[in-house]
């Protein structure tokens, strides 16, 4: 049973418009979300993060969102750019002596 | 620091034969991580090591597989004997925690094909 699920495989959008990327979670002791960015024959690299006492965090271009009730969070990419073209992997932990859950990832297109 | 370092980068191989993965993880790191991909199954966890004592290996698929960490600089995960479905890309992560919002810093990967 998937801990970590992102149901969308890809995404298109134009350059410039808002990228959103959508994971569900079901572990409630999950307290670490992170999203990861990975292009073809590299390893994943770390994107942005949030704890589960947030809400909202913030990195330049990127916000992560993360609706513990409902057990979702999301990644805004904005504006995107053609070099976002990547896949992203959302993952989630527990506080201490868990390894991080990865998804399956979503590919992200964003054509100029 | 060079990061986290794999090889080989490709490895081919027939089935049966015996596949061996290796990794150095960042120096000061306690934490090492072999991860599989697929498309199928994402990104799994396969083993994790800490102070290279094996912590969890629920994610190892069967006992054709093993991982070793013999010291705090080098780790194998070793498939013996291959098989086609275990084609996929094998990543080493290290990290000097479990839960951190640093995340892990990932190496780039083995992309094994077994025919």
């Known amino acids: 049973d998937q801990q970590v699920k992102q149901n969308s495989p890809s995404l298109s959008v134009q350059e410039g418009r808002i990228s959103i990327l959508n994971c569900d979670y079901t572990n409630s002791m999950f307290d670490y979300f992170l999203w990861y960015k990975k292009y073809p024959a590299e390893g994943p690299t770390f994107l942005i993060s949030i704890s589960s006492i947030k809400d909202k965090n913030e990195d330049g271009r990127f916000t992560v969102f993360l609706n513990k009730s409902a057990k979702h969070l999301s990644l805004h990419i904005v504006p995107s750019q053609p070099g976002d073209s990547a896949v992203y992997f959302c993952a989630a932990s527990a506080q201490a002596g868990t390894a991080l859950i990865f998804g399956k990832g979503t590919t992200l297109s964003v054509s100029s | 620091d060079a990061g986290v370092i794999q090889s080989p980068r490709h490895e081919v191989t027939e089935m049966g034969q015996e596949v061996t993965l290796r990794c150095k993880p960042i120096s000061g790191h306690d934490y090492l991580f072999w991860y599989r991909q697929t498309m199928m199954r994402g990104l799994e966890l396969l083993i994790y090591?800490?102070?290279?004592?094996?912590?969890?290996d629920s994610g190892m698929p069967e006992d054709r597989f093993s991982a070793k960490m013999p010291n705090a600089s080098f780790s194998t995960l070793k498939i013996q004997p291959s098989e086609p479905r275990d084609s996929a890309v094998y990543f080493c992560?290290?990290?000097?925690?479990?839960?951190?919002?640093?995340?892990?810093?990932f190496g780039s990967g083995t992309r094994l094909t077994v025919v």
């Open positions: 090591f800490n102070n290279n004592v094996p912590i969890d």
């Open positions: 992560a290290s990290s000097s925690r479990t839960g951190t919002l640093s995340g892990y810093t």
